[in-house]
Antibody, heavy 117, light 106 residues
Framework: EVQLMETGGGLVQPGKSLKLTCATS????????MNWVRQSPEKGLEWIAR??????????EYAESVKGRFTISRDDSKSSIYLQMNSLKEEDTATYYC????????WGQGVMVTVSS | DIQMTQSPPVLSASVGDRVTLSCKAS??????LDWYQQKHGEAPKLLIY???NLQTGIPSRFSGSGSGTDYTLTISSLQPEDVATYYC????????FGAGTKLELK
């Protein structure tokens, strides 16, 4: 059974940093494309980042809204991906999901991030 | 950026009805479109990928069609468990979700 579980969310002040983790199991992680997608009432669903397998030299892509502030990474030995979020803004407040595959075949349950002073 | 417009925003239908949800792209997306279902309090779930391919485990009453800029998700016979919000998602150029269609029971 494919499982994805996000952790690391919480309340953070504007300008601060936070790191999310997505631990996975049930599939061959090392060859999987992995993504972060977020959802807020204001903006709806928004794809924000992708990391590809080692065969692509761990190529990454980012949405313009987070480029330069967020960094996606992975640890194949732990079947996990990460999202380092720096210089957080109030508009980054959302539920953050990790997803597996080019077509977001599987989703985690999501983790809430609130950016507020 | 490609914009995705879903209609209607809210749809009320009865059990057993044939239901059609629409998604229109601001430019040709070459069938690079998925459909997701999100039930209240849950994460989205992939239903259909690349316009008309049913994800494993999804009931056959769900189907997708379309080309160019116009795409459709059809539920052939609405069931109570289909109450959810449905989103389209294009990945032809960048990655964009529609705003969703909320499907309710009449």
């Amino acid at each position: 059974e494919v499982q994805l579980m996000e952790t690391g969310g919480g309340l953070v002040q504007p300008g601060k940093s936070l790191k999310l983790t997505c631990a996975t199991s049930g599939f061959t992680f090392s060859t999987a494309w992995m993504n972060w997608v977020r959802q807020s009432p204001e903006k709806g669903l928004e794809w924000i980042a992708r990391i590809k397998p080692k065969s692509t030299n761990y190529a990454t892509e980012y949405a313009e809204s987070v480029k330069g502030r967020f960094t996606i990474s992975r640890d194949d030995s732990k079947s996990s991906i990460y999202l380092q979020m720096n210089s957080l803004k109030e508009e980054d407040t959302a539920t953050y999901y990790c997803t597996m595959g080019y077509n977001n075949y599987y989703w985690g349950q999501g983790v809430m991030v609130t950016v507020s002073s | 950026d490609i914009q995705m417009t879903q209609s209607p925003p809210v749809l009320s239908a009865s059990v057993g009805d044939r239901v059609t949800l629409s998604c229109k792209a601001s430019q040709n997306i070459n069938k690079n479109l998925d459909w997701y279902q999100q039930k209240h309090g849950e994460a989205p779930k992939l239903l259909i990928y690349y316009t008309n391919n049913l994800q494993t485990g999804i009931p056959s009453r769900f189907s997708g069609s379309g080309s160019g800029t116009d795409y459709t998700l059809t539920i052939s016979s609405l069931q109570p468990e289909d109450v959810a919000t449905y989103y389209c998602y294009q990945y032809n150029s960048g990655y964009t979700f529609g705003a969703g269609t909320k499907l309710e029971l009449k």
